[in-house]
């Protein structure tokens, strides 16, 4: 049975139809943020230093610093400030390797040792306790680094 050329348009249409509303669908999932998710700081413990690996943000009076390798400042310190976790249970298998990140917490003395996996987006506190970091809010916590210029 051979198909008309207007069956095939129908087809054609209803097929874009249907993969733009998944795609639209999928997008909305991916940038919600869960009902359980709860800032990692606040007002009254803001995020005062972070080390990544061994680039550095810091704030500084009025706005943050950060490593001179680091283009992304500002975006990369907000990201930070703002970020939102889900407890989680330990996960047994991870694929990736952990980068170590030491926060320090404003009006308090002691900084704290994390483990971050930026890939699976799971952070892992001193105490032993795993956080989720929402898939929306993770491109922005890697840094991006500036090129060296010959």
Excluded at 85 to 98: E, F, G, M, N, Y
Aim: glycine share 4%.
């Amino acid at each position: 049975m051979a198909l008309t050329r207007r069956k095939w348009n129908n087809i054609i249409i209803f097929a874009s139809i249907a993969m733009v509303a998944i795609l639209t669908f999928l997008d909305r999932q991916r940038q919600t943020i869960p009902d359980d998710a709860q800032p990692l700081f606040d007002q009254q413990a803001p995020l005062a230093q972070l080390q990544y690996d061994d680039l550095w943000l810091a704030e500084q009076g009025f706005g943050w610093q950060c490593d001179p390798r680091v283009f992304n400042c500002r975006q990369w310190a907000e990201a930070w400030g703002g970020i939102q976790v889900s407890p989680i249970a330990k996960p047994t298998d991870l694929s990736t390797q952990a980068h170590e990140l030491v926060l320090q917490i404003r009006d308090i003395e002691t900084p704290q040792l994390w483990l971050f996996y930026p890939d699976e987006g799971l952070l892992s506190s001193p105490a032993g306790n795993w956080y989720q970091i929402p898939p929306s809010l993770r491109p922005q916590l890697t840094p991006i680094l500036k090129l060296d210029n010959p």
